[in-house]
């Protein structure tokens, strides 16, 4: 199997919780076809992975190389500036999850991956419910999903800050949960 087929459900798997990419796609900011821009960007990073991870390049250049990948590809793409530290969080996290692939520990990454699928955090759930609720739920029943999902956040970050704002104006910053700069 290609490095490039084995990391594809990586990728998607990982991309499903990155915050601040499925909010940009379920707000439509890379336009009415955020959607179809999402998935052609899981293909076209997959192939960017397999062709750029070399072992004559420097971990902390391949680093540097991902991390700019990922934020030239939300700012151009999806309308997106990330300023929550994650496209560096996630460039560490592709090249651990490359290196285990490459030691045959394709078993720990896909174990690791269905833990992280289990514990999605409070945010993409609230974005979730939004949109299964949008139809055909009473107002009532919303009040209801409201608190909860509000409890739900609150019960997992603690007294942590939140991790996105909305200015007057509409636009949302993401920040880090462990209370990263605004």
Request: charged fraction near 30%.
């Amino acid at each position: 199997m290609s490095l490039f087929s084995t990391l594809l459900p990586i990728i998607r798997s990982v991309f499903s919780r990155w915050t601040a990419l499925q909010i940009s796609v379920s707000h439509s900011m890379g336009g009415p076809e955020s959607q179809v821009k999402y998935e052609a960007f899981i293909e076209a990073f997959g192939q960017y992975l397999a062709r750029n991870v070399r072992p004559s390049i420097t971990i902390s250049a391949l680093e540097q190389d991902i991390q700019e990948y990922l934020d030239e590809i939300l700012d151009e793409e999806f309308n997106t500036v990330l300023e929550d530290g994650s496209s560096n969080e996630l460039a560490k996290l592709f090249i651990r999850y490359i290196q285990l692939i490459q030691e045959g520990k394709l078993v720990d990454v896909q174990q690791e991956l269905q833990l992280q699928q289990s514990t999605t955090p409070a945010i993409q759930m609230s974005v979730r419910n939004e949109n299964e609720n949008d139809s055909s739920s009473s107002s009532e029943d919303d009040d209801d999903n409201e608190i909860r999902e509000e409890e739900e956040e609150e019960s997992t970050n603690g007294t942590k800050s939140q991790a996105m704002d909305v200015d007057e104006e509409g636009w949302v910053t993401v920040r880090r949960r462990t209370g990263g700069k605004k």
